[in-house]
C-alpha cells in the first residue's frame, strides 16, 4: 500500500510541475489560467489521494479537503479570468467575442 502511495503522490508532484510549465509557456493570461488551475487542481487531487493511502485515518480529511477544491479552483479561476478580461488587452487571436456585451468589453477592442 505504500507503493501505491508513493505512486499517487509522484503523479501530483508531476501534474504540478507541468501546471507550472503551463503557466510559464503559454503565450498569454487566459491560457496561462486554465493551464494552472487544471494541472494543479488534478495534482492536488492525486497528491492528497496518495496522502490518504498512505494515512488510512486522514481519508475522511483529505474528502473533505478535495471537495473544497473541487468548488473553490473553478471560482477562484472565474474571478481571475474575469479581472484579467476587464483590464487585459485581449488576444490577438481571438476570433470571436461573447463577452463583450455581458461586462460591457467597449474599451477592449483590440480586435
Given amino acids: ?3 501505491v502511495s508513493y505512486v499517487f503522490m509522484i503523479i501530483g508532484g508531476l501534474f504540478y510541475l507541468l ?3 503551463g503557466v510559464l509557456r503559454m503565450p498569454d493570461t487566459f491560457d496561462r489560467i486554465q493551464s494552472g488551475t487544471k494541472a ?3 495534482g492536488a ?3 492528497l489521494i496518495g496522502i490518504g493511502i498512505a494515512n ?3 481519508l475522511l480529511k483529505v474528502f473533505l479537503i478535495i471537495v473544497f477544491i473541487a468548488l473553490a479552483n473553478p ?6 479570468a474575469k479581472a484579467a478580461y476587464k483590464s487585459c488587452e485581449l488576444p490577438k487571436n481571438l476570433v470571436q467575442d461573447d ?4 461586462f460591457g468589453g467597449e474599451d477592449n477592442d483590440s480586435n
Fill in 40 to 42: 494543479t487542481t488534478l
Fill in 75 to 80: 471560482i477562484g479561476s472565474s474571478a481571475l
Fill in 56 to 58: 488510512p485515518d486522514w
Fill in 99 to 102: 463577452l463583450k456585451e455581458l
Fill in 45 to 47: 487531487f492525486t497528491l
Fill in 1 to 3: 500500500m505504500e507503493i
Fill in 19 to 21: 501546471g507550472g510549465l
